[in-house]
């Protein structure tokens, strides 16, 4: 949503003048339309983005940090392009304050390295660093940058004193110095490569066009989990570069992944449940005018047993109504919107053979409803079918073997392509 400031304002003292006044002042503090005023007028949008969370071991995977003197360099491939640039640093999820000793952005080359021509300061304020509170975001200052549709990006961070790696999203590419402020460095030598992105939820651009904004609200079929590590093959991925390649012939549009592997609707574990996150990671994205919602799988599949990330008792089974009152609160929500924003709903994709406890036939016939609900409700403005896109046309409760990463529950590079090739592009005119 842009706003509109009004300067050098005279003083009319004729009544006869109030009324045109009133309007006026009316007229121009009056919201605009973010579908209309997104990358237009010095309009900000949201290029790329990561939902901000607490770090959990799938698989047994080791944590990450802390980290005291040392750069770290994370690489990510934004949607659209612009020539100014505004990077988004969290430590939303931390409990001591984050210093920022230096930062820095640039287009990637390979790996670590970047193009040298291209790598920028990112400042703050005027400052070359920041200390985050607990519980905070920071904005760096805007900074002069051509970069273009689907552009991969290094933005590079010092850390000068010990960090806790508090607020992380797994399953993004990160470059690990040794000691010392590298980043001005062109390239990260020894560094270690990692899986982990830190203290980096966003990626804002000036575009040069009207742009709008797609949030993915999701968990881990979203994130793109059980996809290639460092690539870009989750489905919003695959959606992003289907819209760059129309080359202009179609309104542009950006594409924000905000999935959290092991996210659900209504409980808290991985990362805040959807309901709890909805406005921090989807309401307040800059320029937003569609979301897709594809979350619930985890919802089914924890009923009774321990989920990762989740503390306390077992959760009981949950019903269909149990995640149609909580969709039905994120409908509300983006529609209280002004203007209203449009929400469509994804199916749940199927998972029969998942792993034991997190499936059953009962597990299997309330996903069976919910999909029903979507399809059939008419309260989403919208619906895209995944659940028929990836699914055994020969047993529709299995992904189709094509599809499938292995593991019955993600699907592979290939299943996040189909359900992007399956979208119907028309929904975001």
Not at 348 to 376: C, D, H, Q
């Amino acid at each position: 949503m842009t706003t509109t400031k009004m300067t050098g304002t005279r003083c009319f003292r004729t009544f006869r003048s109030f009324p045109f006044l009133a309007l006026l002042i009316l007229a121009l503090t009056l919201p605009t339309a973010p579908s209309e005023a997104a990358g237009k007028d010095g309009g900000w949008v949201a290029t790329w983005g990561a939902s901000p969370f607490a770090f959990l071991s799938f698989n047994n995977a080791q944590a990450p940090g802390p980290y005291a003197d040392q750069t770290i360099r994370q690489v990510v491939r934004i949607s659209v392009g612009g020539s100014l640039i505004q990077v988004r640093f969290s430590n939303e999820i931390g409990d001591a304050p984050l210093m920022i000793g230096s930062a820095s952005i640039a287009v990637r080359a390979k790996e670590s390295a970047v193009k040298p021509e291209t790598l920028r300061k990112l400042t703050f304020g005027g400052a070359n660093g920041i200390t985050i509170p607990p519980g905070a975001p920071a904005l760096s200052d805007p900074v002069e940058l051509e970069v273009a549709d689907l552009a991969e990006l290094a933005i590079s961070i010092y850390l000068p004193e010990e960090s806790k790696a508090s607020t992380v999203h797994m399953g993004r590419t990160a470059f690990i110095s040794g000691a010392g402020d590298h980043t001005q460095d062109a390239e990260l030598t020894g560094a270690e490569k990692t899986t982990t992105a830190l203290f980096l939820t966003g990626v804002y651009v000036q575009p040069a066009r009207a742009t709008g904004v797609i949030v993915a609200l999701g968990d881990s079929i979203t994130d793109g989990a059980a996809s290639t590590e460092h690539t870009y093959n989750s489905w919003p991925d695959h959606l992003a570069a289907r819209l760059a390649q129309r080359k202009g012939k179609g309104r542009s549009l950006a594409v924000i992944n905000e999935g959290i592997s092991g996210n659900q609707v209504l409980r808290n574990g991985a990362g805040l449940s959807a309901l709890g996150r909805f406005d921090r990671d989807v309401l307040a994205t800059p320029g937003l005018t569609h979301i897709v919602v594809l979350e619930g799988i985890n919802d089914i599949g924890s009923g009774g047993m321990q989920f990762p990330g989740s503390t306390g008792p077992a959760p009981a089974a949950r019903t269909p109504e149990d995640l149609i009152g909580g969709y039905r609160q994120l409908i509300a929500r983006a529609h209280a919107m002004n203007p209203p924003v449009k929400i469509y709903g994804a199916t749940l994709t199927p998972f029969e053979g998942t792993f034991e406890g997190y499936y059953s036939p009962e597990k299997g016939k309330v996903r069976m409803a919910i999909n029903e609900w979507i399809r059939t409700s008419g309260e989403f403005d919208g619906v895209i079918d995944f659940d028929k896109a990836i699914q055994d046309p020969e047993h529709p409760g299995r992904i189709l073997p094509a599809y499938d990463s292995g593991d019955k529950l993600h699907p592979g590079d290939a299943g996040y392509k189909k359900m992007a090739e399956s979208i119907d592009l028309s929904l975001f005119k």
